[in-house]
């Protein structure tokens, strides 16, 4: 999908003549590998608003937007202060008196705010904001967060004039008074008295009555598809023909030699679409003539620096830019919130959700810098006194985990194609907290559904893509962070210290040496899990891998000066 940058003005003499301006911050949020569709502005009283490479149509009426998609029927949609329709979104709804901004109940949509006396901005980008305001100020806030998970961090924006409007909330601009009015709905875990199999089929007929309703155009979507079990969920959730008679097209991208291994997330939806006798395609992330500086640009811009996973991308975007030209509206992905792993300690689970802090590695523990940092989780995301382990950890995947790190993987695609994760939806995510915690961990109430209805095709053992570790330590990337580490801003960011600790580190490594991705899943696959779990819990220690502090601190850089430059 593409971005909506969003404005109110506080009198009639500042709003005008902005158009133009709208117009260009919006091309500039364009990717540079594809010819985009046109830009649209739209003007209604004190509001401006743009809209780049619009892929599909969006709900607008007299200044409201519906930026995604809403499940089934809606009505009332832009009434201020009204029902909230269900789905992945940023809505935008006003009147002669008021605005409201909503985020969908998981923020997959991620919406950044700013107000000054002037204007007040809403915008599904950061870039457009900055640029709009025109100077960065760069928040110091993301550092421990992104060399300690890779993301910004919860509530963080690279500037420290922006919010970030936290998931199920609402925010309400008054016009006469030019003030702000926010309410945050927190989630809430309260297990039914159920039995488990009345549990597992009460969600079982939600599923079906939320995807029965979508009513999707399958000449403009397609599944993505993969070996594990949330997308063939939405495979035998999702009508195999849509109202109009086209079939269900699916999709799976990944390395050339991925397509026919045994076992591999290519192989086995492969042979998914084949049962269902559904149209298949398989996109190869093929290597690219353009050198990793170009690539790295380009995912910083798309993604604008919110997480590291450049693994899926090394391709230069281009699975992405084929989906465009070829006429992909939409990507129908498998993101849900069933309930997550039986984590063998508090660490693993803060470190997979996102917000692990510095003092949780030992290597990091002692190093001077982090701890001047004083990095601390924010209150709201510590365990509460009547929280279960289990509630706790299914509280921050859905208020970390979902609109920190699955929203800002969006975001690199969503400048291509639009996306729907259908498993997202409010009535579905309502079932699932009334579920008692054993039927979450481990996600057994959505493995049992989808056992039930499956067929005999085993599960992936394998995964198609990349490993970010064979990349990061190649010669390549290992000589641009050196080089970057010595700039002048690498200077004015990090302490001597800190910057000498880091480049004494980078030894570029033979990847074609190392042990390949798919052959240490294997050998994983292969150790019973409980056994597994006793060595862990014997022999791990958790320190940081070098490697990845460096590729952060670098993104970092990188990305403050992007923000500098397009000032």
Same mark, same amino acid.
């Given at each position: ?21 709208? *117009? ?11 010819? +985009?569709? +046109? ?30 998609? =809403? ?37 997959? @949509?991620?919406?950044?705010?700013? @107000? ?19 100077? &960065? ?35 309400? *601009?008054?016009?006469? !008074? ?34 029965? %309703?979508? !009513? ?17 969920? !939405? ?30 997330? =290519? ?11 559904? +149209?298949?395609?398989?996109? %190869? ?38 989906? &465009? ?39 990091? =523990? ?36 979902? +609109? ?51 067929? !005999? ?27 970057? *580490? ?30 390949? =991705?798919? *052959?240490?899943? @294997? ?13 862990? @819990? ?30």
């Amino acid at each position: 999908m593409s971005k909506i940058l969003y404005v109110v003005f506080n009198s009639e003499n500042i709003r005008k003549n902005k158009k133009q301006k709208i *117009l260009e911050i919006c091309n500039n949020l364009n990717p540079d590998n594809i010819t +985009p569709n +046109p830009t649209e502005v739209e003007a209604w009283k004190n509001i401006k608003y743009g809209i780049n490479n619009p892929v599909q149509k969006f709900m607008q009426e007299e200044g409201s937007v519906l930026f995604g998609q =809403a499940f089934g029927s809606v009505t009332n949609w832009s009434e201020v202060r009204g029902k909230v329709p269900d789905g992945n979104f940023a809505l935008f709804r006003t009147n002669s008196t008021h605005l409201e901004v909503v985020s969908d109940v998981v923020g997959t @949509k991620s919406i950044w705010y700013y @107000k000054d006396e002037e204007k007040f901005i809403v915008s599904t980008s950061q870039r457009a904001i900055v640029d709009y305001i025109g100077n &960065f100020e760069f928040n110091e806030d993301v550092i421990p967060w992104m060399l300690t998970n890779g993301i910004l961090g919860p509530g963080n924006s690279w500037d420290t004039r922006l919010k970030l409007l936290e998931p199920d909330s609402s925010l309400l *601009l008054n016009f006469s !008074n030019w003030e702000l009015k926010k309410e945050v709905q927190e989630p809430q875990f309260k297990a039914n008295k159920c039995g488990i199999k009345e549990n597992i089929q009460n969600l079982k007929s939600i599923l079906n009555s939320t995807f029965k %309703e979508l !009513n999707l155009d399958y000449s403009l979507w397609k599944l993505s598809l993969s070996g594990g079990y949330d997308s063939r969920g !939405n495979l035998l959730l999702l009508p195999k023909e849509d109202t109009n008679g086209h079939k269900l097209r699916t999709l799976t991208w990944g390395r050339k030699d991925s397509e026919n291994k045994q076992g591999s997330d =290519a192989q086995v939806a492969q042979q998914l679409a084949n049962k269902f006798n559904l +149209p298949h395609s398989y996109l %190869e992330l093929e290597e690219t003539d353009e050198n990793f500086e170009i690539i790295f640009n380009r995912f910083l811009k798309n993604g604008e620096g919110r997480i590291d996973h450049i693994g899926g991308y090394l391709d230069g975007f281009k699975i992405w830019k084929k989906l &465009f030209e070829t006429g992909t509206g939409g990507i129908i992905r498998g993101d849900e919130v069933f309930g997550s792993y039986d984590y063998i300690s508090e660490f693993h689970m803060k470190k997979f959700i996102g917000v692990s802090v510095y003092s949780d590695y030992q290597n990091l =523990a002692s190093i001077p810098y982090f701890q001047s940092l004083g990095q601390k989780l924010p209150d709201r995301y510590k365990r509460m006194e009547y929280e279960s382990f289990a509630q706790w950890r299914d509280r921050l995947y859905e208020t970390c985990y979902v +609109p920190l790190r699955l929203s800002a993987l969006s975001d690199l695609k969503e400048n291509y194609v639009e996306q729907i994760n259908p498993l997202l939806s409010r009535q579905i995510i309502n079932a699932v907290r009334k579920l008692p915690d054993e039927l979450r961990t481990d996600k057994k109430a959505w493995k049992s559904i989808v056992n039930q209805d499956s067929p !005999n095709i085993p599960f992936a053992n394998s995964s198609s893509t990349t490993s970010v570790q064979n990349v990061i330590k190649g010669k390549e990337v290992v000589d641009l962070i050196m080089l970057e *580490l010595t700039t002048d801003l690498a200077k004015e960011i990090f302490p001597e210290e800190f910057r000498s600790y880091l480049l004494n580190s980078l030894v570029p490594e033979n990847t074609d040496k190392k042990m390949s =991705a798919d *052959l240490f899943e @294997k050998i994983k696959n292969l150790i019973p899990k409980t056994f597994k779990r006793k060595i862990l @819990k014997r022999t791990f220690t958790p320190n940081m891998d070098i490697s990845v502090l460096n590729f952060r601190a670098f993104l970092i850089l990188r990305m403050v000066k992007l923000f500098r430059q397009e000032q």
